[in-house]
């Protein structure tokens, strides 16, 4: 399903993606876990085209996109390659002027050109799907950060995307609301959605994940099951992090 090979990144003269090569399955979860500023967000935004790499190579089902600093990517084939992803974001980025129902439409109205009435029964059923159907005329200032989360899930399956990109997706809620957003993941992972999740919730990481990445100074130090990761690890540096983090 996902296949990146050799995978670099630079802002100015700071290399932050040093060579990246990772394989998910289709329909599994893969969680990347790391210390901050160590490449997490910025590889993920590399494979939707967020960010362009310089260098490598990126598979994400049938489409495949080699990576070179001469040679620019059309905006064709950078919607094309992204049309495949849905990503949800660390801050909602919701329409502040839509409604739920509106926001989960807009992009399937614009990008997908389906219907005004086709558009707005997925989005009811995607609204039902994340528990927040009864909230679907409600404004984002109406709503809880871990409901418009929520929203922000079902805006982003409404495209049909292959894979799922989460980035920290619930790092900017109270710890209250944290568990509902994690439970709407967990029953996209248990159905068999594509999921790349970018996380500091361990516990989630343990009992979802298919394979956890463990990334640090912009390269993948060790990967694997969260039983060979978080159980059995005998990586140095993979210690000195969950330990740090198990201290918290």
């Not at 100015?12 to 160590?38: F, Q, Y």
């Not at 990445?213 to 140095?236: A, C, L, S």
Request: glycine share 8%.
């Amino acid at each position: 399903m996902i296949h990146i090979q050799n995978l670099f990144k630079k802002f100015n003269d700071l290399e932050v993606l040093k060579g990246i090569d990772l394989t998910v399955e289709k329909g599994n979860t893969a969680v990347i876990i790391g210390p901050s500023g160590s490449g997490k967000t910025t590889f993920l935004r590399c494979l939707n085209l967020l960010e362009l790499p310089e260098k490598g190579s990126i598979s994400l089902g049938e489409k495949e996109i080699e990576f070179n600093e001469k040679k620019r990517l059309s905006s064709s084939q950078i919607t094309s390659f992204r049309k495949q992803t849905g990503m949800v974001f660390q801050n909602y980025n919701l329409f502040p002027h839509f409604t739920a129902l509106e926001n989960v439409m807009e992009g399937q109205i614009t990008v997908l050109k389906r219907s005004k009435d086709e558009a707005r029964k997925k989005s009811l059923q995607l609204l039902e799907k994340v528990g927040l159907k009864d909230r679907s005329d409600m404004y984002p200032h109406q709503l809880s950060g871990g409901q418009q989360q929520r929203v922000g899930i079902a805006r982003a399956m409404a495209m049909d995307p292959n894979v799922l990109l989460f980035d920290e997706p619930t790092s900017a809620l109270d710890p209250e609301l944290v568990g509902e957003v994690l439970k709407v993941m967990k029953e996209l992972s248990e159905e068999g959605m594509t999921m790349v999740v970018v996380t500091h919730e361990m516990q989630f990481a343990r009992d979802v994940a298919d394979q956890v990445i463990f990334m640090d100074n912009g390269v993948v130090v060790e990967k694997g099951t969260p039983d060979k990761v978080f159980g059995n690890t005998q990586n140095p540096r993979t210690l000195q992090f969950l330990n740090k983090v198990n201290a918290r």
